[in-house]
């Protein structure tokens, strides 16, 4: 256990694995829920803006989504109720390596190399948060 938990380090990295999984395929399935239920006219009015929301609402994809997205955010109040800030949400950055890695394979999104290259920097960051620093 570190310094900057009150919990088992097996437990966060449990929890965080199911929360930044929720995280990823929450946003992909918003994103295909999106891509089905169109997309609204530059001329927005309170009429459009309304229909366009309850289409939006009515999408199971975008229903979905947006629950495993409430699910991850309930795991990061439980992770930030026994951790440190300074030290779980470095962690949820994980989740720039899921999301994308998500949604290569279920959205068939092209990632450049610059933005890999921006992912390996994250991780590179998360394993230096997670270096052991007490004596």
Same mark, same amino acid.
């Given at each position: 256990?570190?310094?900057?938990?009150?919990?088992?380090?097996?437990?966060?990295?449990?929890?965080?694995?199911?929360?930044?999984?929720?995280?990823?395929?929450?946003?992909?399935?918003?994103?295909?829920?999106?891509?089905?239920?169109?997309?609204?006219?530059?001329?927005?009015?309170?009429?459009?803006?309304?229909?366009?929301?309850?289409?939006?609402?009515?999408? +199971?994809? @975008?229903?979905?989504?947006?629950?495993?997205?409430?699910?991850?955010?309930?795991?990061?109040?439980?992770?930030?109720?026994?951790?440190?800030?300074?030290?779980?949400?470095?962690?949820?950055?994980?989740?720039?390596?899921?999301?994308? @890695?998500?949604?290569?394979?279920?959205?068939?999104?092209?990632?450049?190399?610059?933005?890999?290259?921006?992912?390996?920097?994250?991780?590179?960051?998360?394993?230096?948060?997670?270096?052991?620093?007490? +004596?």
């Amino acid at each position: 256990m570190t310094q900057s938990l009150k919990r088992p380090l097996w437990y966060v990295f449990i929890l965080m694995a199911i929360g930044l999984g929720s995280e990823a395929w929450g946003f992909v399935f918003i994103k295909k829920g999106l891509l089905t239920a169109g997309s609204a006219s530059p001329f927005l009015t309170a009429s459009h803006v309304t229909g366009v929301f309850l289409q939006i609402v009515g999408t +199971p994809l @975008v229903l979905l989504g947006t629950a495993l997205e409430a699910l991850h955010f309930g795991i990061l109040m439980e992770l930030l109720s026994f951790g440190e800030v300074s030290f779980i949400i470095p962690l949820t950055s994980v989740g720039y390596i899921l999301t994308p @890695v998500t949604a290569l394979f279920l959205l068939h999104e092209t990632i450049p190399p610059m933005r890999w290259a921006g992912i390996l920097l994250v991780c590179l960051g998360v394993a230096v948060i997670l270096k052991k620093t007490d +004596p």
